[in-house]
């Protein structure tokens, strides 16, 4: 990047940065108005972009203090410019799922953790940002700090993947299948046997108690009878 173009985008980096800080300690007063709403929608379409950048300036950071690349010029411009876009992208996309979180529907400890491991990835990578040119930002630092940078970025995602597909999205495939027992038509009941296995399979991942969409909760017979946003599903 040219000087001017790159200076600039540093300071947007920061205050990005200084954005996220106040949405956090505001969170509980801001409203996101309705024309913003679409913008936080946008969240899940962009986030890959800055996991794929991320991910890759962390590698060539990790290699960075190597002799062979001390002394390479493009090796050195590329990767700060390449974590420079990553974090940017990242801090937009941050933002965009805080105001997606402020919809209604996403609650529990799986949005939080989804939500801090974000975070956590936009500051703690704009911290080596911005200090991998002091005197003291030496390998172990480099090392270590692309490492947990990657880390949080795989639990950033699982977290994500958790709230949109749910909990057995990636190892359900593999994992041992629970059997369910066949019973004849006459012996079935009607909740255990023919609507519980239906929801399970198709509806739990959006309304379950970490993520309610349209208020209703299809896990147990009582969250179903209760019904949702809109009344109860049975009069």
């Not at 505001?26 to 108005?33: D, G, L, T």
């Not at 911005?130 to 795989?154: D, E, H, M, S």
Request: glycine letters at 8%; hydrophobic letters at 50%; one cysteine or more.
């Amino acid at each position: 990047m040219k000087s001017n173009l790159k200076g600039f985008a540093e300071n947007l980096l920061f205050v990005l940065n200084i954005l996220i800080i106040f949405f956090l300690i505001f969170e509980s007063r801001i409203v996101v108005p309705h024309w913003m709403i679409p913008v936080g929608r946008m969240h899940p379409m962009i986030l890959h972009f800055p996991i794929a950048i991320l991910i890759l300036a962390m590698v060539l950071e990790f290699f960075r203090f190597r002799e062979k690349y001390q002394s390479e010029v493009f090796y050195q411009n590329f990767t700060s410019n390449l974590l420079l876009i990553g974090l940017l992208s990242a801090a937009v996309t941050v933002i965009m799922g805080l105001f997606l979180s402020k919809e209604e529907g996403y609650a529990g400890s799986v949005l939080q953790w989804h939500k801090w491991t974000g975070i956590s990835i936009v500051f703690f990578a704009s911290l080596i940002y911005f200090t991998r040119t002091k005197q003291w930002y030496n390998p172990f630092v480099a090392k270590g700090g692309a490492v947990i940078t990657i880390l949080c970025l795989i639990l950033a995602g699982h977290f994500g993947a958790t709230l949109t597909h749910g909990d057995s999205f990636v190892l359900g495939p593999v994992m041992p299948q629970e059997v369910t027992p066949q019973v004849t038509l006459e012996q079935a009941k009607v909740y255990d046997d023919l609507i519980k296995p239906v929801f399970k399979a198709k509806c739990n991942s959006c309304h379950n108690s970490e993520k309610i969409k349209g208020e209703l909760m299809l896990t147990n017979e009582a969250s179903i009878l209760k019904g949702g946003k809109t009344g109860k599903l049975f009069v």
